[in-house]
């Protein structure tokens, strides 16, 4: 079974702050794409970073970094300078790649991380 | 990122009813998947069209179904709607290596 766990069901980080929310998943398969996706009160699921599994090189995105450990299937998203917009319910996904085509994206249950001024 | 739209935003349906929603994209991209987001949980896999034709599908019943049409706008059709059906429904349009969503569309069955 494909499945993504975020042990984290809520953070909270003071503005300015660095944060680092926990993702692992599972899957047989090699070659796939992870990502974080923020859903802010407006419900709008929003691409924050990703990361293809066969790049060791870990991306970032501006203020936005990610930590992947594939043998340990770990997938980890750091905030540096934490900003009251960041404030959202955070998802960790992947999605497997076909050579071309996709699957579907695998969602954990996301973590709800505050902000705090 | 790809503009995707959905429509409507809100809904409000009794139970036992019928409902269709829709996704359409500027970018024309032919890979459409449809996610059910109970409130407090993540997105679970409803199904997905490719080039018009379903080519995987979750753990929902048959009177959950979609189409994709020739411009890959997509529809999903809910028949006899139950109280669980309440959720936020969210398309993801796919570019190699990335899905954008649209803002969703809240259903609410009472």
């Known amino acids: 079974a494909q499945t993504v766990t975020q042990s984290q069901p809520e953070m909270s980080v003071q503005e300015a702050e660095t944060v680092t929310l926990s993702c692992t998943y599972d899957t047989s398969e090699s070659n796939y794409y992870l990502f974080w996706y923020k859903q802010p009160p407006s419900r709008q699921m929003i691409l924050v970073i990703r990361?293809?599994?066969?790049?060791?090189q870990n991306a970032t995105e501006n203020r936005f970094s990610v930590n992947f450990q594939k043998a340990a299937k770990s997938f980890s998203l750091k905030i540096s300078d934490s900003q009251l917009g960041d404030t959202a319910m955070y998802f960790c996904?992947?999605?497997?790649?076909?050579?071309?085509?996709?699957?579907?994206?695998?969602f954990g249950k996301g973590t709800k991380l505050s902000v705090k001024p | 990122e790809t503009g995707v739209t959905q429509s409507p935003t809100h809904l409000i349906k009794t139970r036992g009813q019928q409902v269709t929603l829709r996704c359409s994209s500027q970018s024309g991209h032919n890979t459409v998947s449809w996610y059910q987001q109970a409130l407090g949980q993540g997105p679970q896999f409803i199904f997905q069209?490719?080039?018009?034709?379903?080519?995987g599908r979750g753990n929902f019943p048959p009177r959950f179904s979609g189409l994709q049409f020739p411009n890959y706008s997509s529809e999903l059709n809910v028949n006899a709607l139950e109280l669980d059906d309440s959720a936020l429904y969210l398309c993801?349009?796919?570019?190699?290596?990335?899905?954008?969503f649209g803002q969703g569309t809240r259903l609410t069955v009472v």
């Open positions: 993801a349009i796919h570019a190699t290596g990335r899905a954008f």
């Open positions: 990361q293809e599994a066969y790049k060791q």
């Open positions: 996904a992947f999605i497997l790649n076909y050579g071309g085509s996709q699957g579907n994206l695998i």
């Open positions: 069209y490719y080039r018009e034709e379903e080519n």
